[in-house]
């Protein structure tokens, strides 16, 4: 998937408003709760078969390092 897709599709996810970048701080997200956490990872399952457990989330604070999680090889520039 393009990254840039990805983060649209995130973002739409997530019903959020501030645009997000690899960079962007999910805690700091002002739709952030176990709602959104329980979004991310349907929407993970979902376009890139790949599960993530709820607890890898203590590790996860930006969406680029949630994009680590699901593997870099999954993206594309």
């Avoid at 996810?13 to 805690?27: G, M, N, P, R, S």
């Amino acid at each position: 998937m393009n990254k840039l897709l990805f983060l649209k599709k995130l973002q739409e996810e997530l019903e959020e408003d501030e645009t997000l970048t690899v960079e962007t701080q999910l805690k700091n997200l002002e739709s952030y709760d176990s709602i959104s956490l329980l979004t991310i990872i349907a929407f993970v399952d979902e376009n890139f078969s790949k599960k993530i457990d709820a607890k890898q989330f203590k590790n996860i604070e930006t969406v680029s390092d949630l994009m680590n999680v699901i593997g870099e090889e999954n993206f594309e520039d």
